[in-house]
């Protein structure tokens, strides 16, 4: 079901896992959605994706809130935190019915079948579809995937406008493959967790980093096969070391420096084009923030 996110109230979301403290590069994605939120008079929400429960960090869902409101960003009604609803993850696969599918590859068989296969976009190896039949004489399931078009057909090709970066395509068969629903670990993947997510938080826009372009053709397919409303999409440019690695908690990426939230609220805004040098608190900054993203939002393609 596509639903024209533009006829129904504005509905954003922050969503940072808990794997590590907020960083500059996770400031960056979380002042745009909000200021996204405040340009259309809408709502942004807060919500926790801990599903990879292996990651998580104790405690640093608290630290979230604490810094979020230390930098004047307040967010709208209850934390949704994704360990939590886990049953619901659960009930939304069981709708997929037989386009779900137990997988027996490991990654290092998955790796040696693609071999002179294209990677995809976030450096996964495409799954060649060895499982796609039934499992080896053998085998025990390890993970489920699910089961995307054929290259040929045109439920494949999935295109979209992002706001920030235009025209968007991506063909799931010859780039992604059948994806992973429920890992060998047992968690349930991101993918379905955010479509459910956003469905049931009304969520109307989503603004986040560039890092997860990738995985919105995915999303936009399940959002189809689960009949819930297509999100519309802004992707950020991802701040990067020197070396052009981007910005993150698995490679070292510092905390923010709480003690001067201005300063960091500055930097962030100045890499996402706006110069907020002449505010001399939170309160003034985000004042001046918002007029200057409603500018920001008058040049993107869309």
Known sequence: MTTNPHHRPYTGRFA?????????GSLIAAMASYLDARAHNGRWLLRIEDIDEARTVSGVAQEFEAALRALGMQWDGPVLVQSERKLIYQQASERLGALLYPCGCTRKEIADSSLGLSLAADGAAIYPGTCRH????GKSARAWRLRVPDAEQAAALIDFNDRWLGWQEQNLATQVGDFVLRRADGFWAYQLAVVVDDAE???????????LLDSTARQIYLQHLLGLPTPA????PLLRHADGEKLSKQNGAQALDLS????ALQDAAAFLGMDMTTATSVA???DMALPAWQRQLQRLPA
């Open 16 to 24: 940072p896992s808990p794997s590590g403290p907020l960083h500059a």
């Open 134 to 137: 039934g499992l080896a004489p």
């Open 201 to 211: 938080q009304g969520v109307t826009h989503v603004v986040r980093g560039a890092d």
């Open 233 to 236: 999409y802004l992707h950020v």
């Open 260 to 263: 001067q939230p201005l300063q």
């Open 284 to 286: 003034a900054f985000w």
